[in-house]
């Protein structure tokens, strides 16, 4: 479980979002996390990951703070995509796989057999089977960004955040791709905290929900969202209209 007490993110003394209270973050769940542009989710995602950017409180992994959790253990329990191309353009597609099992390895970083076929495996699953060695670097976005998402899934950590996992993806494959997460968190016991501007496909298909607005931060259930007047609240727009959790353009 993630736990957050009391939690103030920011930058310097500026405060961004904050949650007075607990929030905690089960085993098995897809959340998504919402909020308008500038809202502090990408804040929140590096604070909860990384404990960058946290001004007060709390973050415990599974009974752990974490400040107390040594790195390479707790490269097994958290992982965190960005959309940054932050890695070497010229590694392949299968080499930036193996470099994510790096917690698992023995002291020279030899892969092991279970290794190799935890990247085939996800691979095939995610269809890059066809990528594999191509390098990074001559990937489309919409390529790389699902490289992205295999590779935190090959890292095999218990909690997983993304920033905007499906904003270079196509609708066919931002359907395919949020149902395979949701499927993958609850069958393997993981949770996908994910950042997102693609409201409807995260309600239809999430668990639960976080929202940063006006600098506060919330935790809901999906069911919440049928009330349309919260959708209203954190996304308020004359051009839109919210009827039981779905969105219309309203021009
Ligand atoms: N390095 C930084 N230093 C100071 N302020 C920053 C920094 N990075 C982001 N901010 C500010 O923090 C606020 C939250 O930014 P953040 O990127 O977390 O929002 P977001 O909800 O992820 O936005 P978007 O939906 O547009 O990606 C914004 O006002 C932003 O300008």
Known sequence: MIQIENIQVGYGHCVVAEFAGDIAFAKARLIALIGTNGSGKSTFLRAVASGEHIINGKVSINNQKWQNI?????SKLISIVLTERAFSQFLTVRELLELSRAPYTNYIGKLAAMDHEIIDEVLEKFDLHKLHDRKAGTL????????????????????ILMDEPTSHLDINHKADL???LKEYCHEHDKTILFATHEIQLALSLCD??????????????????????????IFPSKNLSFKNGTIGFDF
């Not at 489309?140 to 909690?159: E, F, K, M, N, P």
């Open 208 to 233: 639960e929900v976080v929202s940063i607005h006006k600098g506060s931060i919330a935790h809901h259930t999906t069911a919440k969202f049928h009330d349309s007047k919260l959708l209203q609240q």
């Open 70 to 74: 040594a790195p390479r253990d707790r």
């Open 178 to 180: 949020l149902l395979q």
């Open 140 to 159: 489309s976005d919409g390529q790389l960004q699902r490289v992205l998402i295999a590779r935190a899934i090959v890292q095999d950590t218990d909690y």
